[in-house]
C-alpha cells in the first residue's frame, strides 16, 4: 500500500488519514506530499500540485517541517513514525519517540506526558507498533509534544511497563526534532507469582499512616523518619511486595496512595529543604511552586516534617521542574506556603514503589516504613534521612490447642527445667502507691517492649503487674501496686499470663539468645484437664508447644 491510499489533503491545507492501519514514517509522508506538489493538477482527495505552496520541508530524513496551511491532526499522527513533524510555523510538534529494550510480547508500555497518561490505558499502540526486533526495538511513534504554541510540560514523558506479574521499568526522556530513545527491560517477576484476582482481597495490607511517620524498628537506633506506615497484616513479606506492585499496576486507577491515582504513583523524588512556613500543612497534598508569579512545576507532597512548622518536605515530582531556590511551595488544599532554601535533592526511585522483595525479605525503597514487629533482621529499610536500618530478629513463639475461655496459660522463664521465680530481684521497697518497679539488674534485651510480670508481694503472693514499657532497670507500669514489694524480692517476666480467649496464645519479642521458657496450662473448670507443664526454649526461629490435653474427670 502507498501513503496516498490511506491520506488525503484538503483545499485548507488538511492532511488526514482516511483508511487503514498501515503507518508510514515522516520522511514517506514527505516525499508523497512533494510528489504531489509537482504534479500538473490536483485530483482526487488529494488537493494540491504545480501551483500550490511547498508543502513541506525537510531537514533531515527523521526531521520534517510543514508549511502553513499544510497540517496533520493528532489522529493522523498515529499512522505516522520515526521522526518529528513541526507545523503551524512552530507552533506544533509532533516528536518521534523510538522505545528500545525487551519485554513480554503481552506488555502494553504507558507513557506519562504533564501526569497523564497518552492516549490512555488502552492507547493506540496496544502491545507495540512498527517494531524492529531485529534491533530490540519495541515501538516507534511520534508524541506530540508542543501545542498552541506552547511546550506540553517542557516535552518531558515518561515511559513505563507496569504489567502486573513482570517486574516494573521506567524511562524519563525530554523530547524535541527528530527521534528521542527510551529504553525499557522487564522480564518474569519471580517473586510475583499469584493471580491479581487474588492480591485484589488481600485489603487487610494497608498503610496506617500516609504521611511523616516516627518509627522505632528496636534496633537500637531510636525512632527514624519514614513517609509511610505499612501494616501486612498476616502476610509474608513476598506478599506485601505483591500487593503494592497490584496497588500500582496498569490499569489501578481506582486505588488512591497518598491522593494519586496507583498507575501513576511513583514514590519520593525530591527531598526540599524549605524555611518561611507559613499556615499548616495537611498530612499530603497537591503542592506547586511559581517564580514572579507563574507557576514552574507541580508535585504531590508525601510528607512533611513539621505540619505547622516545617523545615523538610518530600514529594513526588509531578510536572514542570524541581523548585528553585528562590520558588515558593504552596499547598493545593491547606494554603499553607514555604520558600524552598537550596537545590533540592534527588532520590532514586524504585520500579516499585516498596522496594525488592528476595522472595524471604523486603529491601525497601527509599523512606518506606513498616510496622516494626512485621519486620525481620533479614529485611533492610531506609529512613528519610536515606540511612539504612536492619532491624532487629523478631520471633514469636505460640502455645496451641488450648481451649478458649477455659484454660489459664502461663509461660515464664526456666531453670533446670522449672519455672524459674527468681529470674529478677526487686531493688528496694516499693509501696502501693508506686507506679513503676525497679530491679537489681538490667532487664534482658529479649523482654517483650509491653506485657505482664510476676513479682512476690509483702503477703509472698506473685502478683500480676501489666507494664507499658521498660528501660534500663526499670519496668513502668500501667497502674500502682496492689500490695507492697519488698527490697529482694522475687520477680519474673510472664511471657503469657492470661486467660486464653482463643484456642492460640502468642508472645513476640526481639531475640537475643537462646530463652529456656517454662509452660503451665491449667482447666479446672467445665472440660477440666490434668495440668499440662513441659519447658521449652525460644531460639533464633522462634517456638512453639501444643498442649497435651489429659481428661481430669
Known sequence: MAIGDDFSVAANGDIRHVQNTNTYTVLELHRWLQGLADDAAASGNDLIDITSNTP????????ITLNSPYNIDDDASKYLYDGSITQNDGDTIYSGLIVVGNVNLSTTLQIVQNNVLYDGDSPFWGTGLNEDAANNVLLKILVKTRDNGVDIDGKRVRVQARTYLDTYAEFSVTMGLGNSTAAIFTSNDLNNTTEATTV???????????????????????????YSKWNKSSYTINQFYERGKYLTRRGETATSLYGLEGELYRGITHE???????????????????????????????AVNNETNATKIWMQLLTGVVPSAAATILGGRSSAYVNNSGVPTSRTVSPCFLGQSTGAALIGAYGIGCMATQLTNNDKIFDLNNVQQVPPNWVHFTVSGLEPTEDR?????????????????VNATHNTTATHLEVQNSIPADTPSSGTLRVQNASSFYERLQYTSYSASTFILNA?????????????????????????QTFQTVYSSDRSLFIRVRDGGGTPIKTFETPSTLGSAGGAVAVIRTSDE
Open 409 to 425: 496459660v502461663l509461660v515464664g522463664p526456666a531453670l533446670d527445667g522449672n519455672l524459674h521465680a527468681s529470674q529478677l530481684k
Open 200 to 226: 485484589g482481597n488481600w485489603t487487610a495490607i494497608k498503610n496506617e499512616n500516609e504521611g511523616y511517620n516516627l518509627i522505632d524498628i528496636e534496633n537500637g537506633e531510636g525512632d527514624r523518619p519514614y
Open 272 to 302: 526540599v529543604t524549605v524555611t518561611n512556613h507559613s499556615g499548616n500543612w495537611d498530612a499530603f497534598e497537591p503542592i506547586s511552586w511559581s517564580l514572579n508569579g507563574t507557576i514552574v512545576g507541580t508535585g504531590q507532597m508525601l
Open 480 to 504: 500502682s501496686l496492689d500490695k507492697q514489694v519488698n527490697h529482694d524480692a522475687n520477680c519474673f517476666i510472664s511471657y503469657i499470663d492470661d486467660l486464653s480467649a482463643t484456642n492460640v
Open 56 to 63: 513541506s520541508e525537510r531537514s533531515t530524513d527523521n526531521i
